[in-house]
């Protein structure tokens, strides 16, 4: 399987994808997470032991680790680049649990927000992507030919590569945003 074959499948089964990078030597204790979770190493490598069990896995491996399983992640020496989905199963994405991830992703996280109709010409970030959840008010992302209002609990993810432009509602609107640098991915 290929990185283009495993994110149509995250989507086809309803995970949300998410391209990511951890550290060199990073280590992760035991724990679990409350969304089912796959992964596709792109460069590097990361070892993940369930049941006392250690498997590594490197670029083009795959692996599934679903909610509740106790786990440990251990980055190998050259870190790791890798495509992930998430599945939540208990309902919605809480602003605790979207914060958490962010987090957990290597995201710098800012609660922030924009005045009553600010508007924001077609522009790409570059190197890095960005998430936002919206807390109250709403922002309109216009993109790929068509726009997507988001409200409070609604949240996006924006690619650095992604030409948009934003427009603020009229009551402005207040987000938690994070930003992480795009992986560069080994071939």
């Known amino acids: 399987m290929d990185k283009t074959e495993f994110e149509a499948e995250l989507r086809r089964d309803g995970f949300r994808p998410v391209f990511a990078s951890l550290r060199p030597n990073m280590k992760e204790a035991n724990h679990c997470h409350d969304f089912d979770a796959r992964l596709f190493v792109l460069g ?25 399983c106790m786990h440990t992640e251990q980055v190998g020496p050259e870190g790791v680049a890798y495509l992930s989905g998430r599945r939540r199963n208990g309902g919605p994405l809480t602003r605790e649990a979207f ?14 927000g924009q005045k009553p109709n600010f508007t924001e010409d077609m522009h790409a970030h570059g190197s890095f992507d960005v998430r936002i ?33 934003t427009q603020v509602g009229p009551e402005g609107v207040a987000y938690i945003v994070g930003r992480v640098d ?5 071939n």
Do not use: W, Y
């Open 44 to 68: 590097g490598e990361i070892t993940i032991t369930r049941d006392n069990k250690p498997e590594t896995f490197r670029a083009g491996q795959c692996c599934e680790v679903p909610a509740g």
């Open 99 to 112: 914060e958490s991830d962010l987090r957990r992703e290597g995201f710098e996280v800012v609660h922030g």
């Open 133 to 165: 959840m919206v807390l109250s008010g709403e922002i309109t992302v216009n993109r790929d030919g068509g726009s997507s209002t988001f409200r409070a609990g609604d949240h996006c993810e924006i690619p650095g590569d992604c030409q948009h432009g």
């Open 182 to 186: 795009r992986p560069v991915a080994a």
